[in-house]
């Protein structure tokens, strides 16, 4: 049974930083792509940023590239997501993803290239 536990989210200033975390359990790791998304009330799910768990390419959004790094700890079987400079539009909910990686890259950053979901864990950045 695939399960994703995500763990971090807080309550920041702004220009702080945050370390999330993505537990992966149930199936082979380093098999799949995995993603980063997050939801503010009212928005779409948005991708944050993604990668290829195989071979360690990563994919970023333009509103987080140069303050995300999406980085993976193959033998604990957890995704983080190191998150600085924090800024008040980045608060929403955030969701760890795994799904079968698509050809190239292309709509790697996509929610429904993804079929399962953790639970989420709340960011909220003050200004």
């Known amino acids: 049974q695939v399960q994703l536990v995500e763990s971090g989210g807080d309550s920041v200033q702004a220009g702080g930083s945050l370390r999330l975390s993505c537990a992966a359990s149930g199936y082979s790791f380093r098999l799949n792509c995995m993603g980063w998304f997050r939801q503010a009330p009212g928005m779409e799910r948005e991708g944050v940023a993604a990668i290829y768990t195989g071979i360690g390419r990563t994919y970023y959004d333009e509103s987080v590239k140069g303050r995300f790094t999406l980085s993976q700890d193959s033998a604990k079987n957890t995704l983080f997501l190191q998150m600085n400079s924090l800024k008040p539009e980045d608060t929403a909910m955030y969701y760890c993803?795994?799904?079968?990686?698509?050809?190239?890259?292309?709509?790697?950053?996509?929610?429904?290239?993804?079929?399962?979901w953790g639970q989420g864990t709340q960011v909220t950045v003050s200004s």
């Open positions: 993803a795994k799904g079968p990686c698509p050809p190239n890259g292309m709509g790697i950053l996509r929610a429904d290239e993804y079929n399962y």
